[in-house]
């Protein structure tokens, strides 16, 4: 910030300065001479525009003799608007491999699946492929499954891969006994030594796995996920389903202020059993109505409730389809969620009371990091649960700052750096440039803006610029107003040109 203060004042000197010079010179009657305008070097974006960026990254593909996976060096077109990991996937799926390197999934062509293909949440990428890969082995699979965890986790972003074929669990055997648990990255081992530890069977000494658990949102409006390494003390599914019922009840050990759930074996009426019908294989379970005043007393709604449950149990579960769910006497074949980002009012049925992942597909949140004023004058970090889908869109990250802090944060006591008024139809367009994002803003900016002082001027400008550079590819900022950059907004910042993230202006 010191930086652009110092330079709006030299301006103005030198403005002053060489003017005075000039006047001398010609005796008060020649013309002024001034300083050129700044140059801009990227035009403001009328609307939002392809926000595309290169990066060398690492795709790994099987060797030809299938005992480990290399590393194979490529370029990829990222969007600064779009998930990362959902690109990787698409490159690393149709990369046709090379002298040393075989495709990934041999001979069957692989792609994503129509529905909810890439899902981000807590550093855990859940990837549902099509139903292709049902013609791999279960080892060939595995393998596809470690290739896609070690190309994901590159960036250090990504912890846990689940793999998932046509939204269900497919499992480590034919059986569809053996869970999979999450990926990690790991390419120090060779693919037969991980194979072996993953296929061998249950046993006393092999119980743990990592499970992603889908917890109820501070919002009200989702699920986070978590990964967690859970030992399991029954082999049967019934039993590893009780196991999850209790991690969630357990509460998260990351996560901030999730609500605590009821403990939710305690109100099963018998153990979980599995169903099959029309090939359809799901998990029954069978709560006493109590849960219902219980759900209440936490805070947490049915249909955030059964989302919670859905997705922690058919994500880890091999060749579970879906749930259904009892209370007391009701089998649950509706809900109408409220409050949620999405859907909220409308009406969900599931058909023979199977509920599906797919069917909650409007209820995954991931956190975004935003940037709000504290009591101390500086800006300060906070967390908050949006559509996960929205945490790559900086559009999306402008427009929650302009709602100001909410009380499902996860710091309190912050206030809104934003003048209040300014909608999200005043972010007239975003674009991304060499690095820089590109925010253009209608008048309303600088009208609201213009009676700030210094300070206020400058939490305002550098809580964009700090969220958003943020985002992966996103060094720089630039504002615009209406289309083009003003000396400043309030009077004590500099405008023109491109902002870093400073970080002299934040909490520890």
């Known amino acids: 910030m010191n930086h652009r203060l110092k330079r709006f004042g030299c301006l103005i000197a030198a403005c002053l300065l060489m003017a005075g010079c000039a006047a001398q010179e010609s005796g008060g009657t020649s013309a002024q001479l001034t300083l050129p305008p700044a140059q801009y070097r990227h035009a403001a974006p009328e609307n939002d525009t392809r926000q595309d960026y290169e990066q060398a990254v690492v795709l790994y593909l099987p060797s030809l003799d ?69 013609r791999l082995t279960h080892e060939q699979l595995f393998t596809v499954g470690q290739a896609i965890a070690n190309t994901l986790g590159q960036f250090g972003d990504v912890q846990y891969v689940n793999i998932l074929v046509s939204g269900a669990q497919p499992g480590m055997n034919i059986a569809a006994t053996l869970p999979a648990g999450c990926y990690q990255p790991n390419s120090r081992e060779d693919l037969s030594a991980l194979w072996s530890r993953v296929s061998a069977p249950l046993s006393s000494a092999r119980r743990s796995f990592a499970a992603a658990l889908y917890y109820p949102a501070p919002s009200g409006k989702g699920i986070l996920c978590e990964a967690r390494t859970l030992s399991f003390t029954a082999s049967d599914l019934s039993g590893m389903a009780v196991t999850l019922l209790e991690a969630l009840s357990a509460g998260a050990a990351a996560l901030p202020n999730v609500p605590r759930c009821p403990e939710l074996a305690s109100f099963l009426r018998e153990a979980p059993t599995l169903s099959e019908s029309g090939g359809v294989r799901r998990l029954v379970l069978r709560f006493t109505e109590d849960l ?217």
């Open 66 to 134: 299938g005992t480990k996976l290399l590393a194979v060096p490529q370029t990829a077109a990222f969007s600064a608007s779009r998930q990362r990991s959902r690109t990787l996937c698409e490159m690393l799926l149709a990369h046709p491999g090379t002298e040393a390197a075989a495709r990934v999934g041999g001979n069957v062509t692989l792609a994503l699946s129509d529905t909810d293909p890439v899902e981000v949440s807590g550093q855990v990428v859940t990837v549902s492929l099509a139903a292709s890969a049902l």
């Open 292 to 508: 219902n005043s219980a759900l209440i007393n936490a805070g947490i709604t049915r249909s955030v409730m059964m989302a919670s449950l859905c997705w922690t149990l058919t994500t880890f579960l091999p060749g579970i389809e879906g749930i259904e769910i009892h209370i007391g006497t009701e089998r649950v074949n509706t809900l109408t969620p409220s409050g949620t980002y999405n859907g909220a009012g409308e009406i969900i049925t599931f058909q023979d009371g199977l509920m599906r992942r797919r069917d909650f597909s409007g209820f995954l949140l991931e956190e975004c990091a935003l940037y709000f004023a504290n009591a101390q004058g500086k800006l300060e970090k906070t967390y908050r649960p949006i559509p996960y889908y929205e945490a790559a869109s900086a559009r999306a990250l402008v427009e929650q700052l302009m709602l100001g802090p909410q009380p499902f944060d996860s710091k309190t006591g912050l206030s809104a750096v934003l003048p209040g008024g300014l909608r999200s139809a005043d972010l007239l367009g975003v674009g991304f440039e060499d690095q820089t994002l590109l925010l253009n803003f209608s008048a309303q900016l600088g009208a609201l803006a213009k009676d700030m002082d210094g300070e206020n001027e400058a939490l305002l400008i550098y809580s964009l610029v700090n969220t958003v550079c943020q985002l992966p590819g996103v060094k720089r900022a630039a504002l615009y107003v209406q289309g083009s950059q003003p000396d400043s907004l309030a009077g004590a910042i500099y405008l023109p040109g491109d902002f870093l993230p400073n970080t002299d202006m934040v909490s520890e």
